[in-house]
């Protein structure tokens, strides 16, 4: 199965920018799509952005369109999150997440996860 680790999450000012990356291993298949979701305290986990992995198509959530970019390196397993002009709205932890197929919303049907890491963006 695939194993997802997140790293660099972080405190940061509104209007600074971080990037996020997360390392895949294990048994990774072409036909494989990537996300990245986040969940603030009280709200249900929600989709950021995703990414097909043999492809590189992308799709992002209207509230982060314009300022983060999804991308993957297929040389060293990683997809990244840079996030720009960011928002106290913005914070949330983030997780890395996995599937077998094509990019989808809902955050229930990924089967694969990582820890999360906590971004938070102060006014």
């Known amino acids: 199965q695939v194993q997802l680790a997140e790293s660099g999450g972080g405190l940061v000012q509104s209007g600074g920018s971080l990037r996020l990356s997360c390392a895949v291993s294990?048994?990774?298949?072409?036909?494989?799509?990537m996300g990245w979701f986040r969940q603030a305290p009280g709200k249900e986990r929600e989709f950021v952005a995703g990414i097909t992995w043999t492809a590189g198509s992308t799709r992002y959530a209207d509230s982060v369109k314009g300022r983060f970019t999804i991308s993957r390196d297929v040389a060293t397993n990683t997809v990244y999150l840079q996030m720009n002009s960011l928002k106290p709205e913005d914070t949330a932890v983030y997780y890395c997440a996995a599937r077998g197929g094509a990019i989808m919303v809902p955050a229930n049907i990924y089967g694969y996860w990582g820890q999360g890491t906590q971004v938070t963006v102060s006014s």
């Open positions: 294990g048994r990774f298949f072409g036909g494989y799509a």
